[in-house]
């Protein structure tokens, strides 16, 4: 009776165990999400400050074309497209249908080369025929399509009749041109030679007006100098026009982003190259902001899960293309939660963007780094010669993690269970090795934690059995 009654004790205590090991992670799973919210709030924030510098209209289309968010500057009374009415709803939708085709055309066309893509559409607006500029990127920019599409759109309406001015009449152009807030400069057919460039220009480049005739197109075009020769010839040949993005190198050396359109116009009865610049920077920047959003870990700046899968199918499939073993080494803090209900939450946060510092220092070029969420860490480890090679890195990580660390003055110290797996061996798949080195963590951590295991079938059996 009594082996009896202990042994019943002892089960209980275990499903204690568990119950309270549960709840701990639920605790942490909450504590997560919040964390999560008020990153992507702030991320929001931070986008829209950057929107409000911008005329355009931001649209973010799902992969099958359907309008699922929208940011527009609060200082732009007037939505030429009214995004209350476009949430939800297929693009073709929203577009009549000419603009539907080239809007899908667009979308296929960044989807088969990756480049951005931009178009000009009319459209009535409140009784009047309005001209529009539209541009389609890619919102993911690793070369998966999982992400979406962003589609900015601008009334250049104003900016189409002061190029068509351009051409109709020499002298209402010199006061345009003169006048005008945009980037316009004037180029010699034959020579690129600058003929003429507004003081805007002057003022974008650094250049005086005696400073700017000197140069040619080419030698502020920062790169891609090739490439803008080929659309040039392109131009005169089909008496067409080019718009394209590109950046401009400042007499100081800085870069700016720049979009441009060139065609052909009369000046003083010669031909020469028109170029109309728009600084785009800030519509950069706000892509920028999207994307980092959407694919890295708002904490630490590391990969997020998301864009670690993308990564790591990537590695494989080299792997497999050209026969050599990857390792992944999975990393979950010790006893983490301690930390953050003794220490606080802010310092849990900051504790957790140390440790993603210094992993980031001790790992390879090639290696990729990604917080997976909570406490846990990955680092893939490609081409391995030994697996041994594999079990020293992560033993590396671990002792490079026992070092303390200083946060707010407070020298705190940590250990970690480490868990490893290699390509082809332990599994050939993302699921399969992300798996097989997440059994072997959990069996560091339950078998006396700050130790590293390398996967092996019988730590599978042996977790099986518990």
């Known amino acids: 009776m009594d082996k009896k009654e202990d042994k019943n004790k002892t089960k209980l205590i275990q499903e204690n165990k568990k119950l309270k090991s549960k709840v701990s992670q639920l605790e942490s799973g909450f504590v997560e999400i919040k964390l999560e919210l008020d990153a992507l709030q702030k991320k929001q924030r931070n986008l829209i400050s950057v929107i409000e510098t911008t005329e355009d209209l931001f649209f973010v289309l799902g992969l099958d074309g ?28 929203v577009f009549p249908k000419n603009v539907s085709e080239q809007l899908q055309n667009a979308i296929n066309q960044v989807e088969d080369h990756g480049n951005d893509s931009l178009f000009e559409y009319q459209m009535e607006e409140k009784g009047t025929e309005n001209i529009f500029q539209a541009k389609v990127s890619k919102l993911d920019e690793t070369g998966q399509k999982f ?22 009449n020499e002298q209402k152009y010199r006061a345009v041109f003169t006048q005008s807030t945009e980037y316009v400069f004037l180029a010699d057919i034959d020579s690129r030679m600058i003929v003429e460039a507004n003081r805007a220009v002057q003022n974008l480049l650094g250049y005086s007006e005696d400073e700017i005739k000197d140069l040619t197109l080419y030698d502020f075009l920062a790169v891609e100098k090739e490439d803008i020769y080929l659309k040039i010839l392109d131009v005169l040949k089909k008496h067409s026009y080019f718009i394209g993005e590109r950046k401009f190198r400042r007499k100081d050396g800085s870069l700016v982003d720049a979009e441009i359109s060139v065609s052909i116009v009369t000046f003083s009865k010669k031909r020469v190259l028109c170029f109309v610049a728009r600084d785009i920077t800030p519509r950069k920047l ?18 997020n ?14 792997a497999r293309r050209n026969k050599y073993m990857t390792a992944l080494v999975y990393i979950d803090l010790d006893q983490f939660k301690l930390i953050n209900d003794t220490k606080g939450h802010s310092t849990g946060d900051k504790l957790l963007a140390a440790v993603g510092d210094r992993l980031k220092k001790i790992k390879r070029d090639g290696d990729h780094l990604a917080r997976m969420g909570g406490d846990e860490f990955v ?6 010669k030994k697996e041994e ?21 407070m020298n ?8 490893c797996s290699i390509f082809p061996k332990d599994g050939t798949s993302n699921e399969s090795l992300i798996k097989a080195a997440d059994m072997a963590m959990y069996f560091s951590k339950t078998h006396g934690r700050n130790q590293c295991k390398r996967y ?11």
């Open 286 to 303: 706000a892509q920028e902001q999207l994307y980092q959003a959407a694919t890295h870990d708002r904490l630490t700046g590391l990969m």
């Open 305 to 318: 899960r998301l864009l670690f899968y993308d990564m790591l199918s990537k590695e494989l499939a080299r």
């Open 389 to 409: 090679h594999a079990i020293e890195k992560a033993e590396n990580i671990l002792s490079e993690l026992q070092n303390p660390f200083d946060i707010d003055g």
């Open 456 to 466: 092996s079938p019988e730590i599978k059996g042996e977790i099986g059995r518990h």
């Open 66 to 93: 359907t309008f699922i968010r929208f940011y527009q500057s609060s200082k732009e009374k007037d939505f030429f497209l009214d995004p209350n009415k476009t949430m939800g709803k297929h693009f073709s939708e």
């Open 379 to 384: 680092v893939t480890l490609p081409e391995i």
């Open 412 to 419: 705190i110290q940590i250990t970690a269970s480490v868990g």
């Open 147 to 168: 992400f979406g599409f962003v589609l900015s759109i601008k009334n250049i309406t104003e900016s189409k009749k002061r190029e068509d001015l351009l051409v109709e």
